[in-house]
């Protein structure tokens, strides 16, 4: 019997650090270490904010590839090569979605160098792009094991538009690192924006571009502020294309006072230490975690009910869900959590019990584990 650790390559082409990105991190950790040896490729010239030094210090080797498309055959060739020294047991594609397909070939490549197994999760497979893309992504999926879905709400996507087969697809939630969360101490942000203790404070976290919504959320705090919300404010934490236009409509609404955009800021866990409700309006996402952190932290959450969201928050035990792209609906939302304290403060406690429960690391990765060891156990079998 061999009992030396199992050998993980992890691939990720994405071009900056983002949800899916923290995810691989996340999962990496969770790893028992004595079990598998993991390596991660990426891509050269990007910036993943730290990515590779966080990995390094965990004992993780992180190696860069040139590819750079899906029709790159020079990056293939030396991806090839490099699958050919490492010798994975198993290569875990980490893509954006199934709609990315800059590197779907990446699975035969893998296969054809000697991986025995291919396994990838899948964060926004409800998005649909060129043909071309789609048509390599079912080509990729002939040589894919096991597809981890991080929602449930993905899997009719791919199994019907991507033709995997519904026994090779497994939900797996995402999971975050409780304890770190738990470490993090306020950012005295009430203090450094001259709000007043009483003030009643929503954040709004995230890439400030088109599809998380931010119109809609300004829309909804403008009519709270006509509906009775004299004590609210918002705060915005991200950076991206629309921020100048955002700080347009602020004006246009008259509320350069009580909506603070703070930038990228990496200090959103002790941010959440300060605020009283988490708001997503987003228009498309997978399975946010800041979500997940923001329940851990205690507060409550109002969200878009869209794709994986509703399998998270638990309408009016966890949070409230709203239509997207509804600020009427959204300000009503944010009004009940202004209105009734109490309420808010019980949703939030209700929503870290859930997560403790269902959506911490360890639990996501011992799942992920049992998906390795059954490929690897069929190898030996």
Not at 103 to 120: D, H, K, Y
Not at 211 to 234: E, I, M, N, Y
Not at 315 to 332: C, W, Y
Not at 357 to 375: G, N, Q, S, W
Request: with cysteine; glycine share 8%; charged share 25%.
């Amino acid at each position: 019997m061999n009992d030396s650790p199992s050998r993980i390559m992890y691939f990720s082409d994405a071009p900056y650090f983002g949800g899916a990105e923290k995810y691989l991190e996340l999962l990496i950790s969770g790893l028992r270490r004595d079990r598998y040896v993991t390596c991660v490729v990426t891509r050269k010239d990007v910036n993943l904010g730290g990515f590779a030094e966080r990995l390094g210090a965990i004992g993780v080797r992180v190696f860069e590839t040139s590819l750079s498309g899906p029709y790159d055959i020079t990056g293939y060739w030396n991806f090839f090569r490099m699958v050919r020294r490492w010798k994975p047991d198993i290569l875990h594609i980490n893509l954006a979605g199934t709609y990315d397909a800059q590197a779907s070939l990446v699975a035969p490549v893998a296969r054809f160098a000697g991986c025995r197994f291919v396994v990838t999760t899948e964060h926004l497979a409800m998005v649909e792009t060129l043909w071309k893309r789609r048509t390599a992504k079912r080509l990729s999926a002939l040589f894919i094991q096991q597809v981890i879905s991080i929602t449930r709400s993905n899997v009719p996507f791919l199994t019907d538009v991507h033709g995997i087969k519904a026994s090779r697809v497994e939900v797996i939630h995402n999971g975050i690192d409780i304890a770190e969360l738990d470490d993090s101490t306020s950012s005295g942000l009430r203090a450094a924006l001259g709000l007043k203790k009483s003030a009643f404070v929503f954040a709004v976290v995230g890439s400030l571009i088109e599809r998380k919504g931010h119109r809609t959320l300004l829309d909804a705090f403008a009519r709270l502020a006509v509906a009775g919300g004299a004590q609210a404010a918002l705060v915005v934490v991200g950076d991206g294309p629309e921020k100048s236009d955002l700080k347009r409509r602020c004006r246009q609404l008259g509320l350069e006072k009580r909506v603070f955009f703070l930038g990228h800021r990496d200090d959103v866990q002790r941010i959440m230490q300060d605020v009283d409700c988490l708001v997503v309006p987003s228009l498309m996402e997978g399975m946010p975690f800041v979500i997940l952190e923001a329940m851990a932290a205690y507060k409550p959450v109002i969200a878009s009910r869209i794709y994986g969201i509703p399998e998270v928050i638990v309408e009016g035990e966890t949070g409230l869900l709203v239509p997207p792209a509804r600020p009427k609906e959204f300000s009503a939302a944010m009004l009940r959590m202004l209105e009734h304290p109490e309420q808010a403060r019980r949703m939030g406690e209700r929503g870290r019990d859930r997560v403790k429960e269902h959506f911490a690391r360890d639990v996501m990765a011992r799942r992920v584990e049992d998906v390795y060891e059954r490929l690897l156990c069929s190898d030996r079998s």
